[in-house]
């Protein structure tokens, strides 16, 4: 069974950091792009940031460049996101999604983790 | 603000057929692929159609998917209740970017 796992959100205060990470199984995560997406409570989705199969690509939504970087080690299956200088606006539920690039679909989501962003 | 553009809300009775737009532009919808997803409360989003039009295996044949130009639509017919939630149109943006639709809440009445 193809699976999304992430993990380490949380509580974290202004211009704190935090690093997320998505844990992949049941297919070969080298052959396949990854993304994040957030949404924040009771929002939509926003697209936060992509990485291609071998880190050839490398995309980021405006909104985050700069503050967040995009990461993923194909021999541990694991995805990561940390995220430096958080701000209130970065509050949301972040979810690792699987991709084969271009305007191909987000298939499947993990189930979010949670991060938080205040004093 | 979206760079896709969906109504907000729709709301229809149990059976009835309903549409959701996604308006785009040439650079996202106009020139790639269109997905929508579907989020029942409280859960991660789920790939309901890929491609404009084609169909994930478990997903009825009552939802359907179409594109022209640089507009989008979701087909739900014989509506359930159990098919409200929120959904949300996709698709890759020429600028190097993914754009989604800021969501429409589907109430089933």
């Known amino acids: 069974e193809v699976q999304l796992v992430e993990s380490g959100g949380g509580l974290v205060k202004p211009g704190g950091s935090l690093r997320l990470s998505c844990a992949a199984s049941?297919?070969?995560?080298?052959?396949?792009?990854m993304n994040w997406v957030r949404q924040a409570p009771g929002k939509g989705l926003e697209w936060v940031s992509s990485?291609?199969?071998?880190?050839?690509?490398?995309y980021y939504a405006d909104s985050v460049k700069g503050r967040f970087t995009i990461s993923r080690d194909n021999a541990k299956n694991s995805l990561y996101l940390q995220m430096n200088s958080l701000r209130a606006e970065d509050t949301a539920v972040y979810y690792c999604?699987?991709?084969?690039?271009?305007?191909?679909?987000?298939?499947?989501w993990g189930q979010g983790t949670l991060v938080t962003v205040s004093s | 603000q979206s760079v896709l553009t969906q109504p907000p809300s729709l709301s229809a009775a149990p059976g009835q057929r309903v549409t959701i737009s996604c308006s785009g532009s040439?650079?996202?919808?106009?020139?790639?692929?269109v997905s929508w997803y579907q989020q029942l409360p409280g859960t991660a989003p789920q790939l309901l159609i890929y491609?404009?039009?084609k169909r994930p295996s478990g997903v009825p044949d009552r939802f359907s998917g179409s594109k022209s130009g640089t507009s989008a639509t979701l087909g739900i017919t014989g509506l359930q209740t159990g098919d409200e939630a929120d959904y949300y149109c996709?698709?890759?943006?020429?600028?190097?970017?993914?754009?989604f639709g800021g969501g429409t809440k589907l109430t089933v009445l």
């Open positions: 999604a699987r991709w084969l690039g271009g305007g191909t679909p987000f298939d499947p």
């Open positions: 049941g297919f070969t995560f080298s052959s396949y792009s």
């Open positions: 990485i291609s199969s071998s880190n050839t690509y490398i």
């Open positions: 040439s650079s996202n919808v106009g020139n790639n692929y």
């Open positions: 491609e404009n039009n």
């Open positions: 996709g698709t890759w943006d020429d600028s190097l970017s993914w754009v």
